[in-house]
């Protein structure tokens, strides 16, 4: 790292003849002899005699500043630049001696005119044209330098400076071999010329050849061992060896050599940084100020620092010293430095949250230049964070009218639209600033946000704010909000490695540990979501929103007991927030408690009336306290909020068909189950309705869809979570018996044979299920479901082969049904005659491309077949079609499971529990891949959830021996038994 490159700057001085042929004018041309040779030492000692022989003997301090400028002595130059500047031109001389001064000064456009001027007379004239290229050189026009001193150069080879300015330029453009090539020639010219060799030290540093440069820069201090900026050069180079104390000693020398020149002092300031004596920097950013009273830059270098290493007090000192030495400017320089020193403390004003003061020298600012951009910009975004909106807008606006492509403009002005809910016009403000400006990283911040809070649109938000981290990784805001993203996408193992990244970055280390525990408990890492509530706990002993997420991830072990322990704390800590209410409402669900359970989500509603969840979850409470109408109009109120929200369509149907509304019921089970809530329950529920109104077809299909999410489903009553509780396979055949009667007067119906089948097959009575399909063939011989649900008993049966003929006869009637397809894929598998089943594979994708059920079953079978490659890529193609399919995410965990990446399987079946945590074989698959990691304590977490979830009594004794079998290896009685 180098902490300074000199700006190297020369200037050819004309060979003047004054009418005064005095002993002052002698040792000035004999100084311009040796400056245009390039022998600065004894040019300055010839300005130097000029002088003292007539101190008003003007063009010999333009002539004496340029020397010592050149050789870094800057700490001298005001007074030589104020006597220069004062030059009257007469006659050509006099403009060159004054345009060189004017360049010093920072006044490069005046220079040019006086160049101009000599140039429109004398278009020949080799010096003009090497001032004037100093001038563009300073505007930072490097091709209309070189072209002004190759001029210059053609006019006369001998201008040795020359070849050094244009050296520079080519530097500056990148051209390094021209730049080496120039520099050869200066030193042909000269071999005791110094700064050609420092030029070179800066530029094979570049390049990495830090040998050449460190001899470079010694041989520049060899020729002259007063050279400052050689001196600074090569410090540079020793700190980037770790050669500190060698870099020290050349800042020291430095520092000797020009106690004048802020440049020493700070970049002994940066090195004594760096090496981490803060102290001894700070001392010698200050001493920076101290060496150049009136030049505001250092005030202004100075602030920069303090403000990067987040000392905003200090900065706004600074500044104010740089707001007083700007009144001691030259006249051209004083309001812009003015300007900038004002725009800079009201930052660290700002900083320091005293918006007073800022506004006060933004309007400093405003009174100089009324349409300073960067001033409306900052005063309206101030007056935005003290929630002066009006004022605020008005301000953005002008700015916008001033500069509509300026981003942080733009940026403020969309900050403020979206704080009013104006998110259309917000965009439209950050897309203009994106455009605009590429690499802002507060506009990808902002309307990643805006994409996230304003629109819901979580990929557009997780887009930007990687955006804006990877502008930006300094900025922990934009990574906190990036690992939120992340675990609301359910990307949780990177959820909480960006977590970890912005608690290094000064974010709030209580909110972070907070929804980190929640990623952790999202990948049933309780263990690790306790250490981070824990943590959080020691911080802040006080805080209620630890308890409440404690509260929360004990229900994420089936423990709501537990959970109600953590709430209860929450709420005497005055924790009176929506997470508390609802998570005590659901934890009361879980244990029975309804009455409690409606009273405390029916508060969680009046915090926040637009949450679906606790609507829907409330909804559920009164169902189950027999409130039905309440639990209708719950219901409803959920749905409204949320049109997508399944889980609320399904708890609606089930208020329904108790309140005898069976159509309404049949509706919203079916809307349910398209907006995502699939349920074998709520199925089987629907089935129920639509035979009870004599829709038997319908009956049929939604029976099948019910034995398509779960085969073992037996009962239509889902629980307070949904999920489906263990019985004696009993209830859907009594509620379907009772319909009998109605049944026997349409025996003509095939439909009314396939749904008496279906009772008796969910009852386990295969044989006479068989019957009445085949009653239902003899009455429609092309009857596709008659042959599906035949096909699905005879299995039953394990009677394969007569299984796989009605299944493949269905597919015949029904060619475009994926669902059928689907189901011959699965009976292939389950016989294991894997090219058969890959060719009906690819029949089923053909035939459906948009069935996410005929891609899952197309992984299954190349899983089977051990060609998890493929498996994977049909697992993905499902999602594709169904983001929200939780058996395509099981089903690329399995195969990432396969290839031994155990982290993102579990990632995997992650997202898939978080979309269905009623299915026991996610659970049972997150809880191997947790053994694989030797992660015992979360493996039997997993194995007790997959307990609470299964459907079949028969897996009972195996889950319970997993989860003893894994504490033992934890060494635990109880999974979470040392989280707290």
């Known amino acids: 790292m180098k902490f300074f490159i000199a700006a190297f700057v020369a200037a050819a001085l004309p060979a003047q003849l004054w009418a005064d042929a005095g002993l002052a004018r002698r040792y000035y041309d004999e100084g311009l002899s040796f400056y245009k040779r390039g022998d600065l030492l004894s040019a300055l000692s010839s300005f130097n005699k000029s002088i003292e022989q007539n101190s008003r003997f003007l063009p010999a301090y333009s002539s004496r500043a340029l020397a010592r400028y050149s050789l870094g002595d800057v700490g001298r130059l005001k007074d030589d630049l104020e006597n220069a500047l004062d030059i009257k031109p007469s006659e050509p001389a006099d403009f060159i001696s004054r345009g060189n001064a004017r360049v010093l000064a920072g006044e490069a456009a005046l220079a040019i005119q006086d160049f101009n001027e000599i140039l429109g007379r004398n278009p020949d004239n080799a010096e003009a044209f090497l001032g004037r290229g100093r001038a563009y050189m300073a505007q930072g026009n490097l091709k209309g330098a070189i072209n002004d001193w190759t001029d210059a150069i053609k006019l006369d080879p001998t201008l040795t400076l020359a070849y050094f300015d244009r050296a520079h330029a080519n530097y500056k453009a990148g051209n390094h071999p021209k730049a080496i090539q120039d520099l050869s020639r200066a030193l042909g010219a ?25 001899a470079a820069y010694t041989k520049a201090i060899f020729l002259h061992p007063q050279y400052t900026y050689a001196y600074l050069g090569r410090a540079s180079v020793y700190l980037q060896l770790g050669q500190n104390e060698s870099a020290l000693r050349d800042y020291d020398d430095a520092v000797r050599l020009s106690p ?36 505001p830059p250092a005030a202004l270098a100075m602030g920069e620092r303090f403000m990067k290493e987040n000392l905003p007090k200090e900065a706004a000192a600074m500044y104010g010293r740089g707001v007083s030495a700007s009144a001691a400017a030259l006249p051209q320089q004083r309001e812009p430095w003015l300007i900038s020193c004002l725009l800079e403390r009201s930052k660290a004003y700002t900083a320091l949250h005293e918006h007073a003061k800022a506004i006060e020298d933004l309007n400093g600012v405003i009174r100089i230049s009324s349409q300073s951009v960067p001033a409306l910009t900052a005063r309206g975004f101030l007056y935005y964070q003290i929630k002066h909106d009006e004022q605020a807008i008005a301000d953005l606006d002008q700015a916008i009218a001033l500069e509509a492509r300026n981003p942080i403009t733009r940026t403020a002005r969309g900050r403020l639209l979206s704080s009013q809910g104006k998110y259309q016009a917000a965009l439209e403000d950050f897309n203009a600033a994106v455009k605009n400006d590429p690499k802002s990283a507060e506009a990808y911040k902002h309307r990643g946000l805006l994409y996230a809070l304003g629109f819901a649109d979580l990929d557009h938000a997780l887009s930007d704010l990687a955006t804006s981290v990877s502008l930006r990784p300094e900025d922990g805001d934009a990574m906190y909000n990036l690992a939120f993203i992340q675990a609301k996408r359910r990307e949780y193992w990177k959820a909480v490695d960006t977590f970890g990244k912005s608690m290094k970055l000064k974010v709030p280390a209580v909110k972070v540990y907070i929804h980190r525990a929640q990623a952790f408990a999202a990948l049933g890492d309780l263990k690790a979501a306790f250490a981070d509530l824990r943590a959080a706990a020691d911080a802040e002993p006080k805080n209620g929103q630890v308890y409440t997420v404690s509260g929360r991830v004990r229900m994420k072990s089936h423990d709501p007991a537990r959970a109600l322990k953590d709430l209860a704390q929450a709420d005497g800590l005055g924790q009176t927030s929506f997470d508390l209410y609802y998570n005590q409402g659901l934890a009361n669900g879980m244990l029975g408690q309804y009455k409690k359970a409606a009273r405390d989500l029916k508060r969680a509603v009046e915090l926040n009336p637009k949450s ?41 149907g089930l208020a329904e068909m108790e309140l005898k509304a069976l159509d309404k019921a049949t509706n919203d089970l079916y809307h349910g189950l398209q907006n995502g809530a699939r349920h074998a329950g709520a199925e089987l529920a629907r089935s129920i309705a639509h035979a009870a109104m004599g829709q038997w077809k319908e009956s049929d299909a939604a029976f099948r869809s019910a034995m398509d999410l779960d085969p073992m489903a037996r009962q239509p009553i889902l629980d307070f979570k949904a999920t489906l509780p263990t019985g004696n396979g009993r209830e859907y055949y009594e509620h379907m018996h009772s319909l009998e009667p109605q049944m026997g007067k349409e025996e003509s119906s095939p439909f009314v044979h396939l749904v008496r089948g279906n009772y008796l097959y969910n009852a386990g009575y295969f044989d006479k299920a068989i019957l009445e399909y085949t009653k239902a063939m003899e009455i429609d011989g ?83 077949m051990k060609d998890v490659g493929r498996a994977q890529e049909n697992y993905t193609m499902a999602l594709s079609v169904d983001p929200n399919s939780s058996d395509a995410y099981n089903g690329i965990g399995l195969c990432l499971f396969a290839k031994g990446q155990y982290a993102d399987s579990i990632e995997s079946f992650s997202r898939a529990i978080a979309l269905d945590d009623r299915n026991d074989r996610y659970f049972r698959n997150r809880a191997a891949a947790y053994v694989n990691r030797h992660d015992y304590a979360n493996a039997a977490s997993d194995y007790k959830n997959a307990l609470a979830a299964n459907t079949d009594p028969d897996l009972v004794a195996e889950y319970e021996k997993y989860v003893q079998n894994s504490l033992a290896q934890a060494g635990l009685s109880d999974p979470t038994a040392k989280t707290r």
């Open 190 to 214: 000269n071999k005791k010329f110094p700064l050609p060799y420092a030029l070179l030290g800066v530029i094979f540093a570049e390049k990495g050849d830090t040998r050449r440069s460190l």
């Open 260 to 295: 004048r020149d802020y440049a020493p002092y700070y970049n002994r300031g940066e090195a004594q940084w760096r090496l981490g004596n803060k102290a001894a920097a700070i001392d010698d950013f200050k001493k920076a100020l101290d060496a150049e009273l009136d030049y």
């Open 612 to 652: 679906a969840e606790a609507l829907g979850a409330e909804c559920r409470a009164l169902r189950f306290l027999g409130e039905f109408k309440e639990a209708v109009q719950a219901c409803s109120e959920a749905v409204t909020v949320d049109p997508k929200y399944g889980p609320g369509y399904v708890d609606r």
């Open 782 to 864: 092309a009857l596709s479901p008659a042959y599906e649900d035949r096909c699905a008993a005879l299995l039953a049966q394990q009677s394969f082969e007569a299984a796989e003929q009605d299944c493949r006869r269905a597919v015949q009637l029904s060619p475009k049904d994926g669902r059928t397809h689907a189901r011959l894929v699965t009976l292939l598998t389950l016989r294991k005659k894997n090219n058969e089943g890959v060719q009906a594979a690819v029949d089923a994708i053909k035939a459906a491309p948009k069935s996410a059920e005929v891609y899952i079953r197309a992984g299954n079978l190349r899983y089977f």
